[in-house]
């Protein structure tokens, strides 16, 4: 009943990843373990979190394999594009009291996680609504997700990475491309940008050469960016002012105007796939930029100009940042942010995922629109 696919759960701000999948006589729903930052190639881990056993009985069982004591009831309601299970023996998985070595071990088999780890995540916060929530909570929904449509302009494929922007543990974004523009959407999220929201706004209309010298020093990398800021502020500005005389003309036309229409831009797609032939640029991080994994790409293809979204240092508001969308190859990507002066660093999801493929494009955009709101 429409079960098979990606899915992500209704645990906002964090979000996360399932997978499900037939196994045999089984549909199991394989949850998604948060990977430790900053090793952005490591394979991505799993964790059964619901198992469906087929049988030729009439009505399939349904089983929670969270927790010690192994698979016990559960029940599932499936919709078109959501479904809920409520595990009927919560105490199961709940966290053990006692020793701190008893502790240890559970995170380590329930979250993939160790203690020194949540705790230089986000301290007692973190703990108590990701870990202690959890344990009484006996109801987990979720909502569909798509991976994003593939064409030939684009100048990578599309889909899952896994990266570097949060502080603690690495994220998962789905990268996107619309027409002049691609969008790295937060699969996972926490409090200051919580998952479903856009993370980086890539403006493929504007291209960055960065010479050689410009690694030199972060304020001429800096410089640099703040040029190219304030032309794209200008450009937008006078576009909405064209647009709004549009609107007036037409109104004064009674609805007839001609309109206005934006000057013919060269293709996105051609000028990516030429960028394709030119060799790769030696790529080393600007002086007083900062990267946690310190394995980064030596050679960049392309580089765009590009907004983040981030809470800066000792603020709990996200904030928009500019900053340089570097694409590495076809596998990595990446985003120099302005402020904090930091290299996020994405390496793609390697899982053949089934059944997640977006039935039209406006099957995707919907998507997205969907996991943007917080769920009641």
Known sequence: R?????????????????????????????????????RVDDSMQFKPAFRIRLTERKSATVECTYGRRGPHSCHLQAQKDGFSTMCNLTHHHRMPGGSQEALRVWLREEWGQTLEHLFQEDGLRFILTKLICHQYDNCRTYRRIYLSPSHPEDLIRPGLFKGTHHAHSLELVMLSFHGKHARATKITGDHHVPAGQQMIHIH?????????????????????????????????????????????????????????????????????????????????????????????????????????????????????????????????????????????????????????????????QEMLQNIQSPPP
């Open 2 to 38: 429409h079960v098979l696919g990606l899915w992500q759960p209704d645990n906002w701000p964090y979000g996360g990843l399932l997978n499900v999948v037939v196994d045999g006589l089984s549909i199991i729903g394989w949850t998604y373990l948060p990977l430790q930052d900053p």
């Open 204 to 364: 493929l209309r504007h291209r960055m050469q960065l010479p050689q010298e410009i690694f030199s020093s972060f304020s001429k990398y800096s410089r640099l960016v703040r040029e190219v800021h304030e032309r794209v502020t200008q450009e937008q500005q006078q576009q909405q002012q064209q647009q709004q005389q549009q609107q007036e003309d037409s109104t004064e036309d009674g609805g007839e105007g001609h309109g206005w229409h934006s000057p013919a831009q060269p293709s996105v797609g051609e000028s990516g796939a030429a960028a394709w032939e030119e060799q790769p640029v030696q790529f080393v991080l600007p002086a007083g930029v900062s990267s946690a994994d310190q394995n980064y790409p030596r050679a960049c293809r392309m580089c765009f100009y590009g907004v983040g979204v981030v809470a800066r240092s000792g603020s709990a508001y996200p904030q928009r940042i500019p900053g340089v969308f570097m694409l590495f190859d076809e596998d990595h990507f990446g985003f120099i942010w302005q402020e904090p002066s930091c290299l996020s660093l994405y390496s793609r999801v390697q899982v053949p995922f089934h059944n997640a493929e977006a039935p039209s494009p406006q099957a995707f």
